[in-house]
């Protein structure tokens, strides 16, 4: 085995793969994020090639859409997690990665059951994305689907369905909005580091390349729904609460987890604002959002 070391957001992750893998071929998202520091880790996974792993014996949570790929999840009576993670649909649908985690997914173990690098890159990504996020869950760490512009030494997060248009917006503003670029177009960290709320680029970025190890103060949160005319307004606590805690991932069924993602947003909604754009894909968009949220020091 071939032991790896990477940090996200402050996070040490620990990755040790089999002899017949290389991390730069398998997991190349993570390569801006190796780290040569020793000490703890968040948590470490096992990685071995083979035959799925026999979940007969568990509860099965249920069958979830994650982003047109499907992942089976299921819990053990003592409170260890098996995860099934599958293709897209679009690409066949193939069961590409088991993993197994303890409770608190501080240590696990990923089966690559698939045959082609697509697979294994595929899986593998996915069941660190999983385990990072809830391992996470109860130290002020939450992984947002959004996609992230910086400008100005301030990070912006737009959240939204899939296909709603967070990175068309976010493109928008990379040009006409001087000074901006893009941190991440799909999952950073958002984390609170000595009372101050932070956006981190990750290793994951759907499917935009753009895996930068970089963070910065958050300067505002939008919710982005499409509408015929450009409008926005500032959302009430509650409202955003409720607007924000889908755009994280997370498990309602798993106590745990729930309250650590439900106490951070309570946390960040102290100091951070929360918006909703109503927009058309247009350069008034960004520009009208723009003078609404941009941080004036």
Known sequence: MNTYRYKVALHCLQISLPASLQASDVIPSFSPFVCDEEGDVLLSMDVAVGAAPDFSSMEEIGQFDCGGANHGVYRDADGSYGFEISLPACDGGLLSCCMQATADFRKCHAVLTGESMRQHQFGLNNALMMAYAFASAEQDTLLVHASVIRNAGYGYLFTAPSGTGKSTHTHLWYKHIPGSDLMNDDNPVVR??????????????????????????????????????????????????????????????????????????????????????????????????????????
């Open 192 to 297: 609170i580091v000595d009372g101050e709320v932070r956006i981190y680029g990750s290793p994951w970025s759907g499917k935009t390349p753009c895996y930068r190890n970089i963070w910065a103060p958050v300067g505002a949160i939008t919710r982005i729904e499409q509408k015929p005319e450009n409008t926005i307004r500032k959302m009430a606590p509650v409202e955003a609460f409720a607007t924000l805690l889908p755009a994280v991932s997370s498990m309602k069924w798993d106590a745990r987890v729930y309250k650590g993602v439900c106490m951070c947003i309570s946390r960040l909604l102290t100091t951070t604002p929360i918006f909703l754009l109503g927009c058309r894909p247009d350069e008034e968009a960004a520009r009208v959002c723009y003078e609404a949220i941009a941080v004036r020091n």
